[in-house]
C-alpha cells in the first residue's frame, strides 16, 4: 500500500518557524522525487519545494527561497521541509507528494501533479 504520512503542521507567530516530516511507505518508496505543494481555499494548489532522491538536488519556489529548507533521511523513507522566518502569506495546507517523473515537471513546467499525495497538514501563520 503506498502512503504518504504527514506530521509537523500547527500555529506560529509570524517570524517562527515549523517543520514539516513526510514519511514514505509502501509503493511511494520507489518515487523518484519528493516535495511539498500548498493550497489556500479558491486557489489552485502550488509547487514549494522539492528533491530528487536519486541525486539530492532540490528545487524552490522563489516565494520560500533563502527562508525554506527541503531535506531526505539517510534512509531516504522521510521527507522534511524546514521553514523559517514564517510570513502569513506562508498560510495553507500543505501536502508532501511523490512522483516518479522528473522534478523540472513541478519546477519548471509548474504541474501540480503526482503519483501519490498525503492528506495535507494545516499550517497557520499570525501577524
Known amino acids: 500500500q503506498a502512503q504518504l504520512l504527514e506530521s509537523g503542521g500547527g500555529l506560529v507567530q509570524a517570524g517562527g518557524s515549523l517543520r514539516l516530516s513526510c514519511a514514505a511507505s509502501g509503493r511511494t518508496l520507489s518515487a523518484r522525487i519528493m516535495g511539498w505543494f500548498r493550497q489556500v481555499p479558491g486557489q489552485e494548489r502550488e509547487f514549494v519545494a522539492g528533491?530528487?532522491?536519486?541525486?539530492?538536488?532540490?528545487e524552490y519556489a522563489d516565494s520560500v527561497k533563502g527562508r525554506f529548507i527541503i531535506s531526505t533521511s539517510s534512509a531516504k523513507n522521510t521527507v522534511t521541509l524546514q521553514m523559517n522566518n514564517l510570513n502569513p502569506e506562508d498560510t495553507a495546507v500543505y501536502y508532501c507528494?511523490?512522483?516518479?517523473?522528473?522534478?523540472?515537471?513541478?519546477?519548471?513546467?509548474?504541474?501540480?501533479?503526482?503519483?501519490?499525495w498525503g492528506k495535507g497538514t494545516q499550517v497557520t501563520v499570525s501577524s
Open positions: 528533491i530528487d532522491r536519486r541525486d539530492g538536488d532540490t
Open positions: 507528494a511523490a512522483d516518479s517523473r522528473f522534478l523540472s515537471r513541478w519546477y519548471d513546467l509548474q504541474v501540480a501533479e503526482a503519483d501519490y
